[in-house]
């Protein structure tokens, strides 16, 4: 039906122009207008606000094509695309280009948009009317490049003008390594958007990162005879530069409108739907003047386009304009700085609050009326611009604390705090006990989180709320929970927290359990506290620790395992479950030679020989010739591990090498209870690895992810994945810092599963793997004394002559 | 009347390391004796009364004993039990001039 | 008078495995009998819990034997009159009569049928047969309009087809990260958290947008407390950012979707300074949830009915699937686009035809092959069909007006507490000549009616729900009905006869689930391959499943997406701010929801004491801030007005909200309906209401 559609011109295809074609065809406007768009510019309609990000490089030009030329064809816009419009005839309801071709229009809209404005100087042209070499404005794309080109090799750059665009400029000029000088004629910079105290501050910030800044100079001429040599100012000084971009304001394009006697101000008079008082003829954006105001920022002319679309195609005949709120937000230099409506109280009754600290560059402004913000300025710190923006722009009534204006103060917490939390608010999703639930039982005097838990049932199913049900147990209690301190000491006997207790023994040189007991018990040993304190000094002195038998469990004294009838079980090391027939050999010699009555495979991928009496053990280590399994000490127990890659179908990664490592590197290490580690080489988890206490699963890409906190003992719990590593080198790194961190930290006898529930994996993963907190090569450090430190106990534990250590019963004298 | 008592020297004090025991076979008993790192020394039946652990083989802090099967808990000085339902047979036990340990038990 | 359940009527087994009546989670849960009249919930494990409930859940049994159960039919003769007990009789003839004699003098359009999300697969399936067959009426819709329309319809922009979730719930732990939208799920969907628990665990981040801090944004990585109603805006900032630092996965862009260009124009008009402008949220954060969800392995993204109950709510979505498919997270393991549905079977009631523009299966009433398919498997004459009719608000505005619905049957649904602008809906409810109401209760909406039938409850009667994952599964009967009471299988099937339909219309729901599973074979949500006993052996099955021996579709679109040409769509999605925006007259934005304690219009959860004690009464969330500004204190009753209507709440002070935005929850009924206040505008594709967002004012009350 192309023929009962009506003729629409745009004289303009920049981002106004385009735009409210765009809001045209969005309301049906391609079934009611051809559409002919005329354009200065050879390209399309890109985003002007973000020229200065190309001129500064961190936009690509292609980047910030709004309207590339295919979006014309697509919608059947023709684009006369560097054909100016040269006149309206508007009697003949025709608008002619420069070449004369006549393009007859229905409606036209005139979006001409504006161009720099040129202050009166001496030398800016060249006798043919083209800028002098050096010279530039900065506007467009082409301007972009023109500058961008000239600046190679160039060592000073002026721009004449200190507002926005100015200082962006400068900071593009600053980016080509240029020297640069803003001069500026007024009193300080960005009048537009500042005030005089805040254009002082900024003067200064932008000196402090280099950029000499020229105020109330009046430039009366460009220097040079057939390229820029400096400035010269009114007062006679001048200044020296290779280059000038003129960045002084602009002016509206109202020639076209003017030409065809519609009424002209600054810009081209239009009603609140954006008509000209040819009803014909609308204009929008920059070289519209609606109610006294042209604007120059993007926000206001896409209001415009919308109103003018939905008048236009009569989806909204009452659609009107009342002019837009303005501000900007921008990084000069590095500086930030927001500004909204007003600089400066107009109204005796304005509220002014203000804050000011020159030093570290802060301002901060705010002008309220009647409860509302009508203006402000933030230098520095622009923290709380997203809300001020918003409260300015939707007239939102402010909270009375002028002071939460300013500073972000009772700002809305990130996490709701346990006094707001709704007492229905489900804790333990598992069991469904809420808040409310566990606050009750507290005050029925369940004063411990253990108490609680045993109740409600709260944290008893995937246990990942228990941490929280005990801070709110904690916070019931206003802080007081029923537990006496000795909960938090590392062993009964022994009144210091762990950390408290590692001080004390490196500040006071302590070796010895019995020294402990000496210097931090008074005196008074504990028998249950031993094994501990033992295990916590080997994991600080590695091998300068002074080992005494007594404080070690019987395990630890003879190196194998007791049994219910005090024989004992011995496990000799098998790395990853690999051996070989003659080490199988020794170990049915050693089987037959000792009586051994059972001999069973461990979970660890292990041979057990129970039942051995505590005098043959020293022989039984010298047939097997075998390192100790460890199978019966608070320490490395072993690493099982699957087929892995080499005849697995599903294998990804080596999980048998890998094991071989891990048993290299940790075996013998101390910790506060037992570690079972695993290596899968594959997600499939055969060796089980995601449940040990530290594990290691091969995933795609030849990556390994470390589980850690793993537990298929009397409680059950899949690990959480300390991270995702690259190689078999940094599963042994990460695992070792872990391994450190956790004896450092765990209680005694509290297994990895404890202890990450304990601390929560994320603060975990933050420590291993971020260095929160500074120790990792520290960390590191002792693992590897800890490493170095090892010697195998089957090879030097042997009784001395005459030691009765493996005897269970001494002959009597007389 | 008093019960006619036998002695036994069971060993050179320096035989039992500080904080350990040592188990010796007196009239067909087992006796369980050990060197408190105080310099004490106690002696007691060597059994647990629980599940027969080998009390030598346990943990000594001060005079309190824990058994390294199911950590029951004795007070050696006297023989009570700490932790557990059953006390301990105790022997009256010296150092005797020349450093050797002397056990006294009924003839 | 206490109603006393008849102990003989009662042989249920002593333990049945069954799913919870309330959330679209549908978690499994047993119920153990007591004695003949009282049931205990206990923990089942089933994958969507893994055995946990929530409170909801654990107190479900609490409605088997709750005395305020109707159970016999009630009417009156004249409005005036009070509703007395009756006959099935009596009621059903009269509803016979009303019925017959509308659509002599106003024509068959006048009967209009609404439906809930809530009625099993069977139930909507014949509801929707029972509009198109027996009353021949085009108007027939349901509550989930007010739910998940949104998300459906973007979904079948996007998509070529719409099921809430493309992956079942135990892919979530495996995202490394999620974007959740408006959608506060440690509240509303409790056992869910265990599966962004695990994700976390596994180093996982999750986004939380939520104007409020929530228990869910609690546990987030990251919260973006947005502004009501600029979701569009943010989906199109960080799609921007995502541009800018070519976090886009242009291999997958190239061979698995069409129409980039026009998200990529839309989107490069927002840039983090304006978007912060418009969401309020900082530049900062932005960067940030860009950062997390650009360079993530693999991510979701995920909806619930905040930017989805706007009128522009199609579009929020769009946005954010355009943000997915960009970054190449979707049509991918452990990636996608998915919307939490809400209504217990919000999924499987979209599916079969309780829709204005619906047939079974998804089968379309404007599409000839799908209307000769279903006339076929009806038995009738595809000309006999009517034509697509009014969407949920559209029929319940044109109730008592001329051309408008002159009598409505309603099947579980409350519109007087859930339809937006309810004061409105409650007078044209009086406008109607004839209204009758199915429920298990005496709801707000039933205690308007001219006849209510009781109906059986969840555990009462078999059937087959459609869970947000699109798993279905079946729902044991645990219980015989109370006496007096019958199934709404039962009362279609006896209404259809009465109306000179009977033969077509089976009342026994596996009966019912053999003719759907014909009625859907072939169709977009194909059910042909689903039987009772493949959902008790599988633990459910994900539709679509199209043969007996096919293993159901747990994740879609691996290979293709359901477009004709297997691509997904690219849409230019554009921020529309909301209807009504703050002005100096209502110069706050006003947000509704849910709260933990109860569910939906609270029929259910507002008459168990547990629930109750927990959330009383309706309440207003403020901002202390601005609270003080007002000078309102904590617990003291203010007075909420819109252009729409003016409702009392207390005010519950907390900054966990954004200063310049209330919060009420909708579950309440009276002067706190959270609903005199919202705004109908409505979604122009969706014909979602503007639930999320308007434009408030608030006064302090004085006595009260």
Sequence with gaps: MTENKRKLVVIGNGMAGARTVEE?????GGSLFDITMFGDEPTGNYNRILLSNVLNGSYREDEIFLNPLEWYRQNGIRLLAGTRAAGILRRARLVYAENGTPEPYDKLIIATGSRPFLPTMEGIKMPDGKFKPGVFVFRTLEDCRGIAAYAQGKKSAAVIGGGLLGLEAARGLQNFGLEVNVVHLGGHLMPQQLDPSAGAILKTSMENLGVKVLLKKNTTAILGQDRVLGLRFSDGHTLECDMVVISAGIKANWEIAAGCGLPIERGILVDDQMRTDDRDIYAVGECAQHRGVTYGLVAPLWEQAKVLADYITERNRHAAYHGSKTATKLKVMGVEVASMGIVEPRDPEDEVVQFCEPKRGTYKKLIIREGRLVGGILLGDISKAAYLMQAFDRNTPLPEERLQLLFDIGDPPKQVTFEEMNAATQICNCNGVSKGTIVACVKNGKRSGKAVMDATRAGMGCGSCKA???????????????????VHYYVPGVPLTKTELIRAIQERGLRSVSAVFDYLAGGKEDAASKPGLASLLKTLWHDEYEDELDARFINERIHANIQKDGTF???????GGITNPAQLRRIADVAERYHVPLIKLTGGQRIDLLGLRKEDLPNVWRDLDMPSGYAYGKSYRTCKSCVGSDFCRFGLGDSISLALRIEREFQGIDSPHKMKLATAGCPRNCSEAMVKDLGAVAVEGGKWEIYIGGAAGSSVRKGDVLGTVNSENDVLLFMGRFIQYYRENAKYLERTHGFVRRLGIDKIRAVVMEDSEGIAERLDREIASSKAAYKDPWKTAWPEPGENRFSSLLPVLS | MIPAMAEFKLCALSAIPPGEGRNFAVQGETIAVFRARSGEVFAVQAACPHRGGPLADGLLGGSTLICPLHAWKFDLSTGDVLFGDCGLQKYPVAIDDDGQIVLRVKA | MRYMLDPESRQAPSVCATHCPYCSLQCGMHLHSIDSV????????????RGGLCQKGWSAAELLSHPDRLTAPLLRERRSEPLRRATWEEALERVRASIESTQQRHG????????????????AYLLGKFARVALRTSQIDYNGRFCMSSAAAANLKAFGIDRGLPFPLSDI?????????GSNLSETMPPVMQYFQEQKARGGALIVVDPRATATSATATLHLQITPGTDAALANGLLYIAMKESYLDPDFIAQRTQDFELARRTASSYWPARVERITGISERELQRAGKLLGEARTAMILTSR???????GVQNVLAFINLALALGKAGKPYCGYGCITGQGNGQGGREHGQKADQLPGYRRLDHPPDRAHIAQVWGIDESDLPTPGHSAYEMLDSMGTEGGVRALLVFGSNMAISAPRAGHIEERLYALDFLMVSDFFLSETAARADVVLPAAQWAEEEGTMTNLEGRVLLRQKAAEPPIGVRTDLQVLAELAGRLGCGGKFPCEAPAVFEELRRATAGGAADYSGITYERIRREDGVFWPCPSENHGGTPRMFLDRF??????????AAEFLPAAEEPDGDYPLYLTTGRIMAQYQSGTQTRRLPSLMQSAPESFVQIHPSMARTYGVTDGEWVRLTTRRGTALVRAKLSAAIRMDTLFVPFHFPGSGRANLLTNPALDPVSKMPEFKVCAVRLDKEQQC
């Design chain 1, 24 to 28: 045209i065809l969005a309301r049906g």
């Design chain 1, 468 to 486: 929280m049900v005990n801070d709110i147990v904690a916070w019931a209690c206003g802080g007081e929970t029923e537990e006496d301190a000795s």
């Design chain 3, 306 to 312: 905040g930017p989805e109950q706007q009128s522009n």
């Design chain 1, 569 to 575: 079980s011995v496990v000799p090391q098998i790395p």
């Design chain 3, 173 to 181: 732990p495996h995202a490394q990260t999620v974007l959740l939208v």
């Design chain 3, 38 to 49: 009282t049931w205990t919930v206990g923990s089942r494990e089933f994958p969507t819990n």
């Design chain 3, 108 to 123: 068959r359009d006048a009967v209009g049928v609404f439906g809930g999300g809530s009625l099993t697969n069977e139930k």
């Design chain 3, 562 to 571: 359901a477009t004709p040409d297997g691509r997904a769509r690219f849409h």
